[in-house]
């Protein structure tokens, strides 16, 4: 069998435009005379799209088995972030409501979780544009007011911030990767605050009260903390979006990342976590699963992580076979996100992470797009069990939101 670097030498395939294979020999590979008469030779990496021709089953699922809940949807942000961190409250919208009905409706979404619903102000404005208008359909989630960090009472007023939000309507708290890679002592400058920071105790407590399960994305695919280079199995993706990045800086570890998120989990036992992302180490769900039966207080949702799970499947199958209690249907749903194709809110989205959950078609895109957006390679099915389904679909957010569906 022909080696893969040989096999896309011989395509004359290279990294980036300036790269080509002619000026980068690999170590410990011989080099193949390029053809002369190859037109392709040079090729850049970016204008390969290579079409698959593999015949096998190919099933489309226009509508979820059971109505679902997308625990992980981005239809508010903020207007207003300077260095990765949210200041003020003032909210954009990506999406009218009745727009997102329409597609939810085809779908069998029963309701759509807006992580991103901010605080204060722009909070409550979110939760009477959607929560209050279409009850069950739209949930929103608080997040911290970062701004505020400063003041001397940060970790009351965050905890009270809370209580008024829940107040509001808000189900949950969300917190983005800006806490551990983003926020500083002086919010954008000087040493980065760390996850399990005791001046957010008071914060994780009050979720834990008042019953608000906290989303909480801690750190990244661990690809982008290695160079951006040709081993990097994520370098399109990178290349593209050179600040999603974390190598090198000041920025910890995708370890030491994790490992303070877990002391939060241990230290706040009452409060229920979502590990957003597959628990944020899609790659080695060993790990995940270590983390699941450390601390019971602990969920995960999927979104935007079945590329990860779907390249391997026979794993991915177990892991929901044993932590099927514990799995949430997410997607990381952006309306008219045109960046990011893995999360573009629309029918083909949701189609793609039903087929993988329901289906064991083989070899599929996971994402709408011409080039697998995080990595290029395809995913197969895991053909899950109706019980199983149900729980992933909606059994287990309704648990965790307290909501009956
Ligand atoms: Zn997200």
């Not at 939060?264 to 979502?274: E, G, L, W, Y």
Request: hydrophobic share 35%; glycine share 6%; proline share 6%.
């Amino acid at each position: 069998m022909i080696s893969r670097r040989k096999w896309v030498q011989s395509l004359g395939i290279a990294f980036g435009a300036t790269l080509t294979s002619k000026a980068y020999p690999v170590a410990g590979y011989e080099r193949e005379t390029p053809k002369q008469n190859s037109s392709h030779a040079g090729l850049p990496l970016s204008e390969y799209q290579p079409k698959s021709m593999l015949h096998v089953r190919e099933t489309r699922v226009e509508r979820a088995r059971f109505p679902l809940i997308d625990i992980h949807t981005h239809i508010s942000v903020s207007a207003n972030s300077e260095h990765g961190v949210d200041i003020g409250a003032e909210r954009n919208y990506l999406g009218t409501p009745e727009e997102l009905l329409t597609v939810m409706d085809r779908k069998n979404i029963r309701s759509m979780v807006n992580l991103t619903g901010g605080f204060e102000n722009g909070l409550t404005d979110v939760i009477s544009r959607y929560d209050q208008r279409f009850p069950d359909r739209f949930y929103s989630f608080a997040e911290p007011s970062y701004a505020r960090f400063l003041e001397p009472n940060y970790p009351r007023l965050q905890a009270e911030a809370i209580e008024t939000a829940h107040r509001a309507g808000a189900k949950g708290l969300k917190i983005l990767k800006t806490l551990g890679l983003y926020l500083r002592e002086n919010i954008i400058s000087g040493k980065l605050v760390k996850i399990d920071d005791a001046r957010f105790d008071p914060m994780w407590d009050a979720c834990g009260q008042l019953n608000m399960p906290v989303a909480i994305h801690v750190s990244d695919p661990i690809a982008f903390f290695t160079p951006t280079d040709r081993y990097n199995e994520r370098y399109e993706e990178l290349n593209n979006h050179p600040d999603w990045s974390f190598y090198g800086h000041d920025f910890p570890s995708n370890a030491e990342l994790l490992d303070a998120r877990n002391r939060v989990f241990a230290r706040h036992p009452k409060t229920q976590f979502i590990a957003l992302h597959a628990g944020n180490f899609a790659e080695d769900l060993g790990h995940v699963s270590e983390s699941l039966d450390h601390y019971p207080n602990m969920s995960i949702d999927i979104a935007a992580r079945i590329g990860e799970l779907g390249r391997q499947p026979r794993t991915a199958r177990r892991f929901f076979d044993k932590y099927q209690n514990r799995i949430l249907f997410g997607t990381d749903a952006t309306p008219h996100g045109d960046e990011t194709p893995q999360q573009i809110f629309n029918d083909k989205l949701y189609e793609i992470y039903y087929r993988f959950l329901e289906t064991g078609d083989e070899y599929f895109d996971y994402a709408p797009a011409n080039v697998p957006p995080q990595g290029r390679w395809r995913i197969y099915g895991i053909e899950l069990p109706e019980a199983i389904l149900k729980k992933v679909y909606n059994g287990n957010a309704a648990r965790l939101l307290n909501i009956t569906v």
